[in-house]
């Protein structure tokens, strides 16, 4: 969950490195550093604690700068966000930047038997130690890198330089993604390709196990038993990958604007007319059941989508949290489709669901929004959401960008199950909603309203039925996110069955609950909770508003929306109201502590 960039090149590189370091700080923003390699050959670094403009104003006070250079942007997994934990780290000759876990880190620390030196809590300083030991030893540089890839378990990018090779950088992933940018007269190594948007438009993505020698020439890449390989090259257009703020505040905001276009995107991978795209490779008749996996937001996508794949293509289907999947050993259909979900196609712990699924023999589908990343290379079939770079921590365009993939694939199951005649209306359901979001976004003034009471409570709830209660989860989790209130998503019926033990006067309840077949009961249950002196906010549209705002303390009256698409709409509301409790708070909505961006270890 952290971030990496590298230069080997024939041009100063720290102003550069940290600019790289200020595109991947959505990975990570407990610390920053970077070490370079200087005129006279020394190996220097900086280092700071906190966001990267301590780190600049640290470069400020004493500038360090060469020809090649590492940096990094940390989010802490081993050992407190301080400046002796910050990366790079170094031993003797060499310096290290490290995504991951190195899982055996304390054994191979004993080994050393007191006779080095270890400065920090982490388990990254251990990978410095052992290659300066073997390069102590007499071993070449190239060697000495196989030989401490040789002693590591546990998930890693890693990106080294060593004093006396000022032409060189050692790369190596596995677990971890890592990209190789190729330049003119100069190379790179970073992340993700946001790291080196600015840099390279031609990147070289490594594969698990690989390792690579980088210098200001060319890359050569080893595979895992040490062969040497050939990766293919992928040009990536730089606009796709711009992420300027523009007018807006905060990327959050931005993000949430943007989806009057994103979704309308992510529909034209799958619309054709008022029909619906086959996938190269996808028949959902093969299959008797289908199995959605991811993480977090992701998961919440997952479950609205199961709605639809069981009511509208009567799919038997299930979700599963991705970090508890593979540890419950499912009893998996051998005519099973598992699907995994997630923004960037790096989720670890979904990544290693989708390795056992493959394992146990089913067919797999990554649905991502970074077609280049890991799970879209190794599932059998990749699905684009297609949202664009998202850079603000708390998922907004990729949340709608997955539901609507999730729904167009639903409508295709239909069509080739037989589940359905004509999928006329419900494709027409679907192109409804770029401009339903269009409208909900115009509640935004009242939304900020609403959030300003909201802001000064210590806990609230989100309640919702049928597809609407993972929405609820949902809408919790943005305000847990990003405001720090304590929040819980409930299936509005369960309440009762515990929880509601919590509500007293004035405890915020959000109550999702446009007119549908449920409508009746979430209103029931809404009533339950006023009589015990919750503060109610309604989300609804126009007829349950006529029908039930008036119960509500307030109301907020989403666009009317085809039922089976309102999920998608009424996504807009939740994410506002999250983003304007924050503000009003003062949090730091982008980058909310203790949270990273793309979250690369179990």
């Not at 102590?136 to 378990?153: C, I, V």
């Not at 921590?393 to 729904?407: D, E």
């Not at 639903?410 to 409208?439: C, W």
Request: charged content about 20%; glycine content about 10%; proline content about 4%.
């Amino acid at each position: 969950m952290c971030g990496i960039i590298g230069i080997v090149g024939n041009a100063p590189v720290a102003p550069r490195l940290v600019d790289g370091l200020k595109r991947l700080e959505y990975r990570g923003y407990d610390s920053a550093g970077i070490a370079v390699i200087d005129a006279v050959g020394d190996l220097k670094r900086s280092r700071a604690k906190g966001k990267i403009v301590a780190l600049e104003a640290a470069l400020s006070d004493a500038p360090i700068d060469g020809l090649i250079g590492i940096a990094h942007t940390r989010w802490a997994t081993h050992g407190k966000p301080t400046v002796a934990n910050a990366h790079p780290h170094f031993s003797g000759r060499v310096g290290v930047v490290h995504n991951g876990i190195i899982e055996n880190y304390e054994e191979l620390r004993a080994e050393f038997n007191g006779s080095r030196n270890f400065e920090s809590e982490t388990d990254t300083e251990v990978v410095a130690h052992i290659m300066d030991a073997a390069l102590t030893q007499g071993m070449t540089p190239k060697e000495a890198f196989a030989h401490t890839l040789s002693k590591l378990r546990g998930a890693f990018a890693l990106g080294l330089i060593v004093e006396g090779e000022p032409d060189t950088l050692f790369a190596a992933r596995l677990g971890s993604p890592l990209a190789i940018g190729l330049g003119k007269g100069e190379n790179y190594i970073g992340s993700d390709a946001i790291a080196l948007a600015a840099l390279s438009s031609d990147m070289i993505y490594l594969e698990e196990g690989d390792r690579a020698i980088v210098t200001a020439s060319g890359a050569q890449i080893f595979d895992e038993s040490g062969a040497p390989v050939t990766r293919e090259k992928t040009h990536i257009d730089g606009a796709a990958m711009a992420t300027d703020k523009g007018p807006y505040a905060h990327y959050m905001l931005k993000e949430v604007h943007e989806q009057v276009r994103t979704t309308a995107q992510t529909l034209s991978n799958y619309a054709d007319g008022d029909g619906v795209k086959a996938v190269e490779g996808l028949d959902f008749t093969q299959y008797d059941r289908l199995t959605l996996i991811a993480c977090g937001t992701a998961s919440y996508a997952g479950h609205v989508g199961k709605y639809w794949f069981e009511q509208i293509a009567e799919l038997p289907c299930e979700i599963d949290i991705a970090s508890e999947f593979r540890y419950r050993r499912p009893a998996l259909s051998k005519r099973g489709l598992a699907m995994v979900i997630s923004q960037s196609g790096e989720t670890a712990d979904t990544l290693a669901a989708l390795r056992y699924c493959k394992d146990k023999g089913l067919a797999t589908i990554a649905l991502v929004n970074v077609m280049t990343s890991t799970m879209a290379r190794e599932a059998d079939i990749a699905i684009p959401i297609d949202a664009g770079p998202e850079i603000g921590v708390a998922s907004t365009k990729a949340f709608t960008s997955q539901l609507m993939a999730l729904y167009a694939l639903s409508v295709l199951a239909a069509k080739q199950r037989g589940a359905v005649d004509d999928v006329t209306q419900l494709m027409r359901a679907a192109a409804s909603v770029p401009g339903l979001v269009g409208k909900a976004l115009l509640q935004d003034a009242q939304i900020k309203a609403i959030a300003k009471d909201l802001a000064g409570n210590h806990s609230a709830f989100f309640l919702g039925r049928g597809p609407h209660f993972p929405l609820a989860l949902e809408g919790a989790l943005k305000l847990k996110e990003i405001s720090y209130i304590h929040a819980e998503g409930y299936a509005a019926g369960e309440l009762k069955h515990g929880p509601i033990a919590l509500i007293e006067d004035g405890t915020p309840v959000i109550v999702i609950a446009p007119y549908d077949d449920l409508f009746e009961k979430t209103v029931s249950n809404m009533q339950e909770v006023l009589s015990r002196g919750a503060h109610v906010t309604l989300i609804t549209d126009s007829k349950g508003a006529k029908l039930a705002g008036h119960m509500a303390h307030a109301v907020l009256i989403a666009p009317d929306a085809p039922e089976t698409v309102a999920p998608i709409v009424l996504s807009v509301p939740i994410q506002l109201l999250a983003y304007h409790t924050a503000v009003a708070l003062g949090t730091d909505v982008d980058q909310p502590r203790n949270l990273a961006k793309s979250v690369t270890v179990e």
